[in-house]
């Protein structure tokens, strides 16, 4: 039996380019999923009105924005977020003026912050392309402290960090892993990927899974099958 709290580790990422196509997905699913992720591709087809919907049924929703702008622009586009009563959203994790922005703009509200480190499509050849010479390891790390000490409530990086970031981070400090596939499975466009368990095991708070699922012929034995997984982590 898969408690509450299992439950809540998973985060199904609705990347969907239709609200008719998201909305079936959720109803597909039903009471097995309650956190989801929203993200730039729906959010263009009518993906704040799912948000709201999905809120209304108490579920929990993620949205995807990935803010990053000048400070100005980052905090009042926070503060609308904010007002649509979300669980989390993204903000990239490049300056420390940024992340400020955002703190600022979420304030009063239970928004909580995540800064994304580096994406888990990119790989050491994509960072010497962007001319910075960190790993990929090393720059997780090193934005998963900035954003803490700027207040940040957690960070999204690959399972492969999330040791390290736990490591350097406060216990109450939020790691939500993308990059998750079972063993054996296509990774797709995904470069530092992990298991379930791998990811918990690691530190993760949670675990985000969209193609596994919302492609699969049964998404709702996907999905159970993830929660397993997870349940099965030490």
Known sequence: MIDAATRDKLIVALDLSSYDD???LVDRLGNTVSFYKIGLELLFSDGL????????????????????????????????????????????????????????????????L??????????????????????????VVGR??????????????????????????????????????????DAGDQTRVTTPEEAIGFGANHIVVGRPINAAKDPKAAAEAFLEHIASAR
């Not at 990935?66 to 009042?76: A, H, M, P, Q, S």
């Not at 000490?149 to 939500?176: K, Y």
Request: net charge negative; proline share 2%; hydrophobic share 45%.
């Open 144 to 185: 998963a402290r900035m954003a803490e000490m700027a207040g940040f409530d957690g960070v999204i990086a690959s399972g492969q960090e999330a040791a390290a970031v736990r490591a350097e981070t406060g216990p109450d400090f939020l790691i939500v892993t993308p990059g998750i596939r079972l063993a054996g499975a």
């Open 114 to 139: 995540l800064a994304v480190t580096v994406l888990t499509s990119l790989d050491q050849f994509d960072l010497d392309e962007q001319g910075i010479a960190a790993t990929p390891a090393g720059l």
């Open 49 to 112: 009105d799912l948000a709201r919907e999905l809120k209304n049924d108490g579920k929990r929703v993620f949205l995807d924005l990935k803010f990053l702008d000048i400070g100005n622009t980052v905090e009042r586009a926070v503060a609308n977020a904010a007002a649509l009563d979300i669980d989390f959203t993204t903000v990239h994790g490049h300056d420390t003026k940024t992340l400020k922005a955002a703190v600022k703009g979420r304030a009063g509200s239970n928004l909580k």
């Open 22 to 24: 998201a909305r079936a």
